[in-house]
């Protein structure tokens, strides 16, 4: 789940890359300020098996805030407001607290919220219309990048599937479904206060202090 939300931040947070600008890339960043949707996301590893499946809902608002909630599958939450992003794990009854431009930084769910970012990040090519859907192939500039590579797949400039592929030869596929657009969010989604009695760890302390 945690490299999931990773890889779907930098989808979050990104920018055509090239000096023409892929145009359902461009209509998504341009067009659509609210998204909600449904989606699986099924976890592979570097033989092709699969070792992880999961659902939820996820709901992104421009700039910067972005939530993921599995509810199927092993149960997290993850909310970001655009300045603190916290990680509850159910299991273990714990939340985590980042500094949100530390924890996205270079990750897929930054690509779906910023546009600023993708240029920086990613190199990106046309690979032309599956199933209806235009495909795109995005290429980490990094060398020290987690990821390989991202496809993604859009339609009508909304986000049909995301299929990450990291450098250990496993993979991240997700696809999304009811999704809707631009339709009103309650703020609530971007808050969180975490239960009563669970650890709580702040990482935002350490990081600034470095």
């Excluded at 909630?69 to 509850?88: E, F, P, S």
């Excluded at 769910?109 to 046309?126: H, I, K, Y």
């Excluded at 993979?171 to 609530?188: E, Q, V």
């Amino acid at each position: 789940m945690r490299r999931a939300f990773t890889l779907l931040c930098l989808l979050v947070a990104s920018a055509v890359a090239q000096a023409q600008p892929v145009a359902a890339l461009s209509r998504f960043f341009d067009g659509v300020q609210r998204f909600e949707a449904r989606f699986t996301q099924v976890q592979t590893d570097e033989r092709g098996l699969k070792i992880a499946e999961s659902s939820g809902q996820m709901a992104l608002q421009r700039p910067g805030k972005f939530r993921w909630q599995v509810q199927q599958g092993a149960a997290q939450l993850i909310v970001t407001d655009g300045t603190t992003l916290w990680l509850y794990d159910e299991d273990l009854q714990q939340v985590t607290l980042r500094s949100a431009d530390e924890a996205l930084q270079g990750s897929p769910a930054a690509l779906l919220s910023q546009r600023t970012a993708l240029a920086e990040a990613f190199t990106v090519t046309d690979e032309g219309a599956e199933n209806g859907a235009q495909k795109l192939l995005l290429k980490p500039k990094s060398t020290e990048s987690d990821f390989q590579d991202l496809r993604l797949w859009l339609k009508d400039g909304i986000p049909q599937r995301m299929l990450f592929r990291d450098t250990l030869g496993g993979a991240t596929d997700i696809r999304f479904s009811s999704a809707k657009t631009n339709t009103p969010l309650d703020s609530s989604l971007f808050r969180f206060t975490p239960p009563q009695g669970v650890e709580v760890i702040d990482s935002r302390t350490s990081a600034e202090s470095r």
